[in-house]
Structures are given as C-alpha cells and as structure tokens.
C-alpha cells in the first residue's frame, strides 16, 4: 500500500507556478521521496527525487520540510501539457507503490 | 533512440489464449519490471527481474510468468488467459544499487483486452 497522502485533483492557471502537495508522515530515514507523473495513457515519466535537501532539476523543483514528512513538487511554469496525474512516492528499494496521484489540470 | 520499448501496442485475444508481450531497453538498465494498470487506473508492481533473478514477486496469479532472455528483455507469457486480465501493462527499467532507489524508466504500455 502506498505511504503517501496526495489531493485527489487541483486545478492550475497556465504560466502560473503549480504547487502539488505530498504527506509522507511515516517516512523512514532511508527511503526516497519520488515524484512521476502519467500524462493521458501513457508510461509514468519521472520527474524529481529527493532524500532531505531540496531539489531541481529542468521539469521541477521539490521541496521536502525539515522533519520529512511532507514534500511540494513545484512546476514553476505550468503549460497545458503538463495536465497529467502526479504520483508522489516513498521508497528505498526497487518496490515501487504508486497510490491515487493527484490529477492536475492545467486550464489556459 | 535510447528508451523502453513494448510490443505490442495492443492486444486483444479471446478467453483461454496464450499471449505474449515483449520489452526491451536499451539504456543499459540492470533491473526491469512488469506493472499492471486496471481500469480504475491504480498501478501495481508485478514483476521484476536483476541479473536474472527474481527479485519481487507481487500475489499474480501463476498464469503470468516473466522471461528474461538477458539483462535487456522481460517479456511477459500469460497462460489461460481471463476476462480480469484487461488492462495497461507496462514495462520499466531501473539500475539497482544496495543502498539507494533508482528512478524507473517506463514503456508506453501495452492494452490487453480479453474477450
């Protein structure tokens, strides 16, 4: 079963920064927080991942508070085509859980 | 192009075939995986394979069975097959490390659907 607790929809103005929120209050101190998304029906995408320090890279910035048990995965820019379902995930191992997501709509 | 690649792209079969559904990678990836996504869109881990091992063996039914000819290739044999077995299947690829999780790559899936 999934560790992660996401919103099961949002909605963000095209151009503006989208914010996606993720508890993980159950983390341990070696596993991972992943985010991947799945635009329509294709494959999930990777996007970011992150252990304690923030991250970023060319798709996304991830936040992760200081206890660990919550993350932000932060697209500066939305565009239309970032209208996918994003899976926050925690994880040590090669068992990856995906839960529900979040399914994020980008309206213009 | 470098990626993970599936085929085919869809399947539709009868109740009681065997089929087969092929994956390769070639981005050098010593892990790969099978997942199962239904219609409720929840996806879950089915399979996976390190150096020819089985490493995680979800609570599949015995029908399915992965081969791993070499570190490149997971294909997926599915016997008997039933009307539940509907769904996306989609094969990934990752490195693995003892003490870190690596981002997993995916295919575009293949779209079973029995009738």
């Known amino acids: 079963d999934a560790k992660t607790t996401q919103p099961t929809s949002m909605d963000c103005a095209e151009g503006r920064a989208a914010n996606l929120p993720c508890n993980h209050s159950t983390i341990s101190g070696n596993e991972y927080v992943y985010w991947y998304r799945q635009i329509h029906s294709q494959g999930p995408q990777y996007i970011i991942h992150g252990l304690k320090n923030n991250e970023t890279n060319e798709m996304a910035s991830l936040i992760i508070t200081e206890d660990r048990k919550s993350s932000t995965l932060i697209l500066p820019h939305a565009t239309l085509r970032d209208t996918a379902v994003y899976y926050c995930?925690?994880?040590?191992?090669?068992?990856?859980?995906f839960g529900a997501g979040t399914r994020l709509t980008v309206k213009p | 192009d470098t990626a993970v690649s599936q085929t085919p792209k869809y399947l539709v079969t009868q109740m009681g075939n065997d089929k087969s559904i092929k994956c390769e990678q070639n981005?050098?990836?010593?892990?790969m995986y099978w997942y199962k996504q239904d219609s409720k869109k929840f996806l879950k881990i089915m399979f996976s394979y390190n150096n020819k091992e089985l490493i995680i063996n979800e609570t599949v039914p015995n029908r399915f069975s992965p081969k791993s000819p070499d570190k490149a290739h997971l294909n997926l044999h599915i016997n008997s097959l039933e009307l539940g077995d509907s769904a996306v299947y989609f094969c990934?690829?990752?490195?693995?490390?003892?003490?870190?999780?690596?981002?997993?790559?995916f295919g575009p899936g293949t779209r079973l659907t029995v009738t």
């Open positions: 981005l050098g990836h010593d892990t």
């Open positions: 995930i925690v994880r040590v191992d090669n068992d990856m859980r």
């Open positions: 990934a690829s990752s490195y693995t490390q003892w003490d870190r999780a690596y981002e997993q790559y």
